[in-house]
């Protein structure tokens, strides 16, 4: 069964950071783009961030671009997103999620996500 | 960028009917759409990619077609289980989102 688990949310003051993490299993990680979704309260969702199989290719919306990281952690099955220089419109539900095999960014699968909260 | 735009915002049907939503691109994305079933408090799901492709398990009552840049959700008949949010979102270039859809009980 594939599972997709998010940690590390939390409640954190205006610039201040924040580090998730996403335990995967039940796939072979090492085949799949990973991909962090969030969705802001009463608000839709938005793609963050993702990170090729290897590593070697990340993006990143522009809102986020240079304040937030992803990274991978191949031989624990882990996926991570690093939230630095946070801001009141970064509050959200993240969501961890996997890209399908080839797929250019088809999301086929979910993790229920974290809640990030940014106030003081 | 690549913009998304879904309508209607919100939709009101009963169970039983035949519900449609539209999706537009800014601009073509040939047939790289996706679509999202998410309800409150559990990851979303995906239910059609490239437009028109079922994925594994979804119900036949849901459909997809359109490519360039507008683009349909159908339910051929509206089930209890179906009352949820529907997101398109393109897989062309950078995946962005529609604002979504609201299928509420009429």
């Known amino acids: 069964e594939v599972q997709l688990v998010e940690s590390g949310g939390g409640l954190v003051q205006p610039g201040g950071s924040l580090r998730l993490s996403c335990a995967a299993s039940?796939?072979?990680?090492?085949?799949?783009?990973m991909s962090w979704v969030r969705q802001a309260p009463g608000k839709g969702l938005e793609w963050v961030a993702n990170?090729?199989?290897?590593?070697?290719?990340?993006g990143y919306v522009d809102s986020v671009r240079g304040r937030f990281t992803i990274s991978r952690d191949n031989a624990k099955k882990s996926l991570s997103l690093q939230m630095n220089s946070l801001r009141a419109e970064d509050a959200a539900v993240y969501h961890c999620?996997?890209?399908?095999?080839?797929?250019?960014?088809?999301?086929?699968?979910w993790g229920q996500g974290t809640l990030v909260t940014v106030s003081s | 960028d690549i913009q998304m735009t879904q309508s209607p915002s919100t939709l009101s049907a009963s169970v039983g009917d035949r519900v449609s939503i539209t999706c537009r691109a800014s601009?073509?994305?040939?047939?790289?759409l996706a679509w999202y079933q998410h309800k409150p408090g559990k990851a979303p799901q995906l239910l059609i990619s490239?437009?028109?492709s079922l994925e594994s398990g979804v119900p036949s009552r849901f459909s997809g077609s359109g490519s360039g840049t507008e683009f349909t959700l159908t339910i051929s008949s509206l089930q209890p289980d179906d009352f949820a949010t529907y997101y398109c979102?393109?897989?062309?270039?950078?995946?962005?989102f529609g604002g979504g859809t609201k299928v509420e009980i009429k």
């Open positions: 999620v996997r890209e399908g095999l080839g797929s250019g960014r088809i999301l086929d699968f």
């Open positions: 039940g796939f072979t990680f090492t085949s799949h783009w």
């Open positions: 990170i090729k199989q290897d590593g070697s290719v990340k």
């Open positions: 601009q073509s994305i040939s047939r790289s």
């Open positions: 490239e437009a028109t």
């Open positions: 979102q393109q897989h062309y270039s950078g995946g962005s």
